[in-house]
């Protein structure tokens, strides 16, 4: 299995518990390997690992544009 990662950035004022939420969301969606909001240095930043293999980084956001629909993606 291969991995990859990327950032996503959602609004600054998303509420912490949307936030947790979507670790949870993400972290149990197919092909997701883990998901995370560094709290600290950058919290509307969530870090994603995932199997390109088994999905795709678009399908991984639209998942997050659910709770943020302004959500933008970069690459690591």
């Known amino acids: 299995m291969s ?3 990327f950032l996503i950035y959602v609004h600054p004022e998303l509420p912490a518990q949307e936030r947790a939420s979507l670790e949870v969301m993400l972290a149990g969606s197919v092909g997701v390997v ?3 909001f560094d709290k600290h240095e950058h919290p509307h930043a969530i870090v994603v690992e995932y199997n390109p293999d ?3 980084s678009r399908q991984i956001l639209d998942i997050v544009r659910q709770h ?3 959500a933008t993606m970069a690459g690591l």
């Open 3 to 5: 991995v990859a990662d």
């Open 34 to 36: 883990s998901a995370s």
């Open 54 to 56: 088994a999905v795709h």
């Open 68 to 70: 943020d629909p302004a």
